[in-house]
C-alpha cells in the first residue's frame, strides 16, 4: 500500500491532529493566535487615535514594546513561581492574564478612562507572562506526544501562527473601519479568554511526574543554558539570526519608496509573499523529522541568507519577490527545528524554565536589531543595509556550520550525550 493512499494516517502530522488531548487544544490556539494577528494592527492605531499628532512614532513604538518586552522580565520575576508547573498551567496563566489585561483597555475606554499611560501599561501588563506561556506551549507537546512527533507538532503550530499572520492584519484592517481598534483588542481578549477555557477544560489537570530541584533560582532556565553548551550555541545562534534580521523591518519600506520609487503595495505584496513562503515552509517541516536537526537548523539560517541576497543586490521585483517568498520558506522551519534540539536535549523537568529563559532573551533580538536599522540605513542606505544583512547571516550560519563540524569531529561518532544540568547548582 502506498502512502498516497494511507494518507492522511501517513502524514507526519497525524499523529498531532489525532491526538485525544492536543486536537482538542488545536482550535483553541488558532483562535488566539488570529487574535495576535489582529492585534498587531490594532495595538498601533489605537496608540495614533489616542496619541497627540506630533508624538505618535513616540508612542507607537511604546505600545508595541509594551505588547512584547515585558515577557523578558517576567521570565525573572516569576522564575520561582512558575517553575515546576505543568505546560497547560503556564500556557493557561499567560492566556487569562492577557484576556484580563487586554479586557481592561475597553473597559476603560468604555468609562473615558483610557489615557495612553494607562494603556501602555495594560499592554505590558498582558505580556509579562508571555515567555512562560510559549514555553509551556512546547513543554506540553514534549510531556503529550514522544520525541518523534516533537518536529510535526511544533510545525503545526508554527504554521498556525503563520497563517494568522497572513490572515490577521487585513481582517483587523476592515474591522477597524468598521468598529474602530479599540473593539479589535477586545476581540483580542476574547480569543485568549477562548484558549484560556480550551486548556481549562479540553486538558484534564493531573500532577506532574517531573519534580524540581527546591529553592532553585529565578534564573535557573539561564543557568541550564549557560551550562549546556548545545544549548548556549543554539541560543547564540537564534539571537544572531534574529538581530540581523531586525533592521530589515526599517531597511525594506525605504527600499521601496527610496530606491524602487514605488507605493505601500508593493511593500504589502513583499511582506505577503514572505507570509506565503512561511506557511509552506511550516508544513514542509512536520515533513524534516528524519533530517539531522542541528544541521538542519544552521542550514536554514546559510539558505535565509542566500535568499535575501537577490533584495540586497538590486535584482529586480520579478526576481527579488519570489527570492523573498523563498527566504519566507527557508525561515519557517526554523522555530519547529530549534525548539525539537531544545526539547531533545532538556529534561521535561527543566525544559518550561529553559525555553522561557530562550524566550525572554530572543523577544529582544528582532527589536534590538531594528533599533539598528535606523542608523545603519542612514548611514549606508537601504539597498547597501539589506545586502550587509544577508551577508552577515550567511557568514553567522557557515561560522556555526564550521564550529559544529570541529566539536563533532572531536567527539566519537553520533548523536551528542544529552546533558541535564542541575539548575540549582
Avoid at 101 to 117: E, H, K, Q, R, S
Wanted: aromatic share 8%; hydrophobic share 55%.
Amino acid at each position: 500500500m502506498t502512502d498516497a493512499s494511507r494518507f492522511p494516517r501517513s502524514s507526519p502530522y497525524w499523529p498531532v491532529v489525532s491526538h485525544p488531548q492536543l486536537r482538542r487544544v488545536l482550535p483553541g490556539l488558532a483562535v488566539s493566535a488570529l487574535g495576535d494577528g489582529l492585534a498587531v494592527v490594532a495595538v498601533t492605531w489605537l496608540a495614533i487615535q489616542l496619541a497627540p499628532h506630533g508624538q505618535r512614532g513616540t508612542w507607537i513604538a511604546l505600545a508595541m514594546a509594551a505588547y512584547t518586552l515585558p515577557s523578558a522580565a517576567g521570565t525573572v520575576v516569576f522564575g520561582r513561581l512558575l517553575r515546576g508547573r505543568s505546560g497547560a498551567q503556564l500556557a493557561g496563566w499567560d492566556a487569562i492574564l492577557r484576556a484580563t489585561a487586554l479586557a481592561a483597555i475597553p473597559l476603560a475606554y468604555i468609562f473615558g478612562a483610557l489615557t495612553l499611560g494607562l494603556y501602555v501599561v495594560l499592554l505590558a501588563a498582558s505580556a509579562l507572562l508571555h515567555s512562560w506561556g510559549s514555553a509551556g506551549r512546547f513543554t506540553l507537546i514534549a510531556e503529550l506526544l514522544p520525541q518523534r512527533h516533537h518536529l510535526p507538532a511544533n510545525a503545526v503550530l508554527a504554521s498556525i501562527a503563520g497563517f494568522a499572520t497572513i490572515v490577521g492584519p487585513p481582517l483587523a484592517g476592515l474591522l477597524i473601519a468598521w468598529v474602530g481598534p479599540v473593539w479589535v483588542i477586545a476581540i483580542d481578549a476574547a480569543t485568549f479568554a477562548t484558549l484560556a477555557l480550551t486548556y481549562r477544560l479540553a486538558l484534564p489537570a493531573r500532577k506532574s511526574d517531573h519534580r524540581h530541584e527546591r529553592g532553585a533560582s529565578r534564573t535557573a532556565g539561564f543557568a541550564v543554558i549557560r551550562r549546556n553548551p548545545a544549548l548556549l550555541g543554539l541560543l547564540v545562534l537564534s539571537l544572531w539570526f534574529f538581530f540581523l534580521f531586525g533592521p530589515v523591518y526599517v531597511a525594506m519600506p525605504i527600499h521601496i519608496t527610496d530606491d524602487l520609487h514605488a507605493s505601500a503595495t508593493l511593500l504589502g505584496g513583499y511582506y505577503t509573499a514572505f507570509g506565503v513562503g512561511g506557511l509552506v515552509g511550516g508544513v514542509v517541516a512536520g515533513h524534516l523529522r528524519r533530517w539531522p536537526l542541528r544541521a538542519t537548523t544552521i542550514s536554514i539560517v546559510v539558505g535565509f541568507g542566500v535568499a535575501m541576497l537577490p533584495l540586497g543586490l538590486g535584482a529586480p521585483v520579478s526576481l527579488s519577490l519570489p527570492a523573498f517568498a523563498l527566504a519566507g520558506l527557508i525561515w519557517a522551519p526554523y522555530m519547529a527545528t530549534s525548539m525539537a534540539l531544545f526539547q531533545r536535549s532538556t529534561s521535561i523537568a527543566q525544559l518550561p524554565a529553559v525555553l522561557a529563559a530562550n524566550g525572554a532573551i530572543l523577544v529582544l533580538a528582532v527589536p534590538l536589531g531594528t533599533m539598528l536599522g535606523g542608523p545603519l540605513v542612514g548611514a549606508i542606505g537601504a539597498r547597501p543595509t539589506l545586502l550587509l544583512c544577508a551577508m552577515a547571516i550567511v557568514a553567522l550560519g557557515l561560522t556555526a556550520g564550521a564550529i559544529a563540524i570541529s566539536r563533532r569531529s572531536s567527539r566519537l561518532p553520533g548523536d551528542a550525550a544529552i546533558t541535564v544540568v542541575s539548575a540549582s547548582r
